[in-house]
């Protein structure tokens, strides 16, 4: 499975961008998928994803609210919609795609099998 992820570029604090996972196989849906960010100096932290074959959904604290992930069946895509970005949202954003059934693991990043190349996202101030 080949992932790429596209969508980052330079926005103004309170403004929004959408990441779009791509993949090179038929049936994305039959995959979980998960956003995850990198920031400089900064551990690679968990940020969104969805269910195998499901729209359930799992995110992280810090993005509740703001972000939305979601699968796009008719262009076999996983999108992320940022909403009122801040600052500390900057990061470069990795798509990953997991074959586990196991919902609750979707936050772990060695659960997926799968990675796209990253696309940095820049909030200034």
């Known amino acids: 499975v080949q992932l790429q992820a596209s969508g980052g570029g330079l926005v103004q604090t309170g403004g929004s961008l959408k990441l779009t996972c791509a993949a090179s196989v038929s049936r994305f849906k039959s995959y979980a998928v998960g956003w995850f960010r990198q920031a400089p100096g900064k551990e690679r932290e968990f940020v969104a994803a969805?269910?195998?074959?499901?729209?359930?959904?799992l995110y992280a604290d810090s993005v509740k609210g703001r972000f939305t992930i979601s699968r796009d069946y008719t262009e076999n895509r996983v999108n992320l919609q940022m909403n009122s970005l801040k600052p500390e949202d900057t990061a470069v954003y990795s798509c990953?795609?997991?074959?586990?059934?196991?919902?609750?693991?979707?936050?772990?990043?060695?659960?997926?099998?799968?990675w796209g190349q990253g696309t940095q996202v820049t909030v200034s101030s």
């Open positions: 969805v269910h195998r074959n499901s729209d359930s959904t």
């Open positions: 990953a795609a997991s074959n586990t059934i196991i919902f609750s693991s979707l936050r772990m990043g060695p659960m997926y099998a799968y």
